[in-house]
C-alpha cells in the first residue's frame, strides 16, 4: 500500500538481465521506478489467485490486439474497479459461455416438449379410433362394407 513517502533501492544485477529490463522500459514507456514498484508488488502482493490444485500445466494463455482507444478505456474501468486484466476478461467469457448454455438447454427443452406434445396429439388420436363404442364401429364396418358391395348376413 503506497504511503506516498518515497524510499530508494540500490541492487546490482547482471549486465544481460538490465539490458532486458531496459528494452521493456521502453516499449512499455515505463520509469525503473515504476517498474521496480510493479515488480515488487506483483511478488508481494499476486493478482492472479491460482485456484487450489491449479497450477500452470492446466491453464493455457489467449492473446489478442485490441485499437488502443480500447485498450485505454478497458485499462481505465480496469483501474476503476479495482480489477485485472485476467479477472477482467475470464468474467466476460465465463458470462458468455453461461448465457450461452442456458440458452442452448431452453432450445432443446422447447424441443423436447414440441415431441413430446406431438407424440401425445398422435396416441391421442389413436386411442380415439379404438375407443368407439362397438355397436357404432360395427355399424360404420357394415356401411363401409355395403358402399364397397359387401355385405353379411347374420
Known sequence: MPSGEKKGITVKIDAELHNQIRQYLEAHDMTMAEFVAQAAENELHPKNHMIEGETMANTRTIAFQVPEDLFQRIKEYLQRNNMTQRQFLIGLIEEELDREMVEREAEAEAVDEELEEESESESDAEETDYDQD????????????????????M
Open 134 to 153: 362397438p355397436e357404432v364401429a360395427d355399424e360404420e364396418n357394415e356401411t363401409a362394407d355395403e358402399e364397397q358391395g359387401f355385405s353379411m348376413s
